[in-house]
């Protein structure tokens, strides 16, 4: 029986050290993995969503809590004024989930462009989503009131040749940041009158 005691001892105080210390190591490097997706991942497709800007989006950015998700919104300002946020969601493609940025210019409330960040899609297929800039430009000017459709659907987006799934999949995940985008609208409003110069 002492022996059991032990082993249930030992095992719990093991498992005490092992949380406490993979949750320093998370805490730890929270900050440099952020500034690391922000340079290498995020950074290249905010900056070919907002080519032309002001400002530094990287650094203008603020956060807004949407239910239990922290989003981050990173400001494009043009002519001096604040006029476009980008903000990643994500999507779910052919092969796997797929994270894509949506820039919206709150003035018109109309989609500036998109980016896929991170994807697991067929090279030469699916890739193309993120690779094939003919693809994002389609969502330019786009109304964030209406669902974002492939035209085999009905929508004005022509998909992918060959990769409908990832087309419809992108299609729908700039669907959902238009609703997201119209839901937290007035708190967007709010935090870009900090930027205005």
């Given at each position: 029986?002492?022996?059991?005691?032990?082993?249930?001892v030992v095992?719990t105080?093991l498992?005490?050290?092992?949380?406490?210390?993979?949750?320093?190591?998370?805490?730890g490097?929270?900050e440099t993995?952020?500034?690391?997706?922000?340079?290498?991942?995020?950074?290249?497709?905010?900056?070919?969503?907002l080519?032309?800007t002001s400002n530094?989006?990287?650094?203008d950015?603020?956060?807004?809590?949407?239910?239990?998700?922290?989003?981050?919104?990173f400001?494009?300002?043009?002519?001096?004024?604040?006029?476009?946020v980008?903000?990643?969601?994500?999507?779910?493609?052919f092969?796997?989930?797929?994270g894509?940025?949506v820039?919206?210019?709150?003035?018109?409330d109309?989609?500036?462009s998109?980016s896929v960040?991170?994807h697991?899609e067929t090279p030469g297929?699916?890739?193309?989503?993120?690779?094939?800039p003919?693809?994002?430009?389609?969502?330019?000017?786009v109304s964030?009131?209406?669902?974002?459709?492939?035209?085999?659907?009905?929508?004005?987006i022509?998909?992918?040749?060959?990769?409908?799934?990832t087309?419809r999949?992108?299609c729908?995940?700039?669907?959902?940041?238009?609703?997201i985008?119209?839901?937290?609208k007035?708190?967007?409003?709010?935090?870009?009158k900090g930027?205005?110069?």
């Amino acid at each position: 029986m002492n022996e059991m005691i032990k082993m249930v001892v030992v095992l719990t105080i093991l498992s005490a050290f092992s949380g406490g210390l993979l949750a320093a190591v998370r805490n730890g490097t929270r900050e440099t993995i952020e500034n690391q997706e922000l340079q290498f991942v995020k950074g290249p497709a905010i900056e070919k969503i907002l080519a032309g800007t002001s400002n530094d989006p990287i650094k203008d950015r603020f956060k807004i809590k949407d239910g239990d998700v922290e989003r981050i919104f990173f400001v494009g300002a043009f002519d001096g004024k604040p006029s476009t946020v980008v903000f990643e969601v994500s999507g779910k493609g052919f092969a796997d989930a797929f994270g894509l940025m949506v820039g919206i210019n709150v003035e018109t409330d109309k989609v500036a462009s998109i980016s896929v960040t991170t994807h697991k899609e067929t090279p030469g297929l699916g890739e193309k989503a993120k690779s094939d800039p003919s693809f994002a430009a389609q969502f330019h000017g786009v109304s964030t009131k209406k669902e974002i459709k492939v035209t085999n659907d009905g929508g004005a987006i022509n998909a992918i040749s060959g990769a409908t799934i990832t087309s419809r999949g992108v299609c729908l995940a700039a669907t959902d940041a238009c609703g997201i985008y119209r839901k937290l609208k007035p708190q967007i409003q709010e935090k870009l009158k900090g930027f205005s110069k």
